[in-house]
């Protein structure tokens, strides 16, 4: 276990009691807090109370749903990692989520194993950065501060996630250069990539609203068929 694991508090957004103890349980088995919200405006409430290292929240809650619950959450705090569990397994619903500021998705039903893995994901790529680790690049008119975890663009300034900023730091330590989808799913989120996990593609959309002049005609990060994406 990691030194500082135990001093680390997951909060779960979730209303079945059974999920809420099973989750509790395994999470606390690995050494971390739990705290949890049986409904969306409670959670929304906890998260700025208890400043929690990532939040898991169901995408069907008793009074607002999983999608206005991560989108509240992101007004007041636009760097907690959030991931979502969702029964819903449609590309739609996913994108969707990660428009409204989640990070990760993990679709029910799912193993322990699985969202233990995500969340130790989620962890690393939430540690700080290193002294030694490029703190800022520019990207056409864009500028990304990696040690504040914002873009600016135009005079306005953009938060970027966690997986945000590395999938940036990827594409830039490899610009000019194709980088595959297998390659980042692996060396970004931990996972293999499969023909219908759209991750990286989701997030590349994100990326492009806010670096892109134009994210419907990109300039900076395309898209190579059949092979992956380049940042230029």
Request: charged fraction near 30%; charge should be negative; hydrophobic fraction near 35%.
């Amino acid at each position: 276990m990691p030194p500082d694991q135990e001093h680390r508090t997951i909060l779960i957004i979730e209303d079945e009691p059974d999920m809420v103890y099973g989750l509790t349980e395994a999470f606390e088995f690995e050494g971390y807090r739990t705290e949890f919200a049986d409904n969306g405006r409670q959670g929304v409430k906890l998260v700025s109370e208890l400043r929690p290292d990532i939040v898991i929240v169901d995408l069907m809650l008793p009074d607002i749903n999983g999608y206005s619950v991560t989108e509240k959450i992101r007004e007041s705090d636009p760097l907690v990692p959030i991931l979502i569990l969702t029964a819903k397994s449609q590309e739609s619903d996913k994108v969707r989520g990660f428009d409204a500021g989640a990070d990760d998705y993990v679709t029910k039903p799912f193993s322990v194993a699985e969202l233990l893995a995500r969340v130790r994901a989620l962890f690393r790529r939430s540690s700080p950065v290193h002294a030694d680790e490029i703190q800022k690049i520019k990207v056409g008119s864009a500028e990304i501060d990696f040690s504040r975890h914002v873009l600016v663009r135009n005079r306005k300034r953009y938060p970027l996630s966690f997986y945000e900023l590395e999938l940036l730091r990827l594409l830039n330590e490899r610009r000019g250069d194709v980088v595959s989808r297998d390659e980042i799913l692996e060396k970004i989120w931990g996972i293999r990539s499969s023909p219908s996990n759209r991750t990286v593609d989701n997030f590349i959309v994100k990326l492009r609203k806010k670096i892109e002049d134009h994210s419907d005609s990109p300039r900076h990060i395309l898209t190579i068929y059949g092979q992956g994406y380049k940042l230029v």
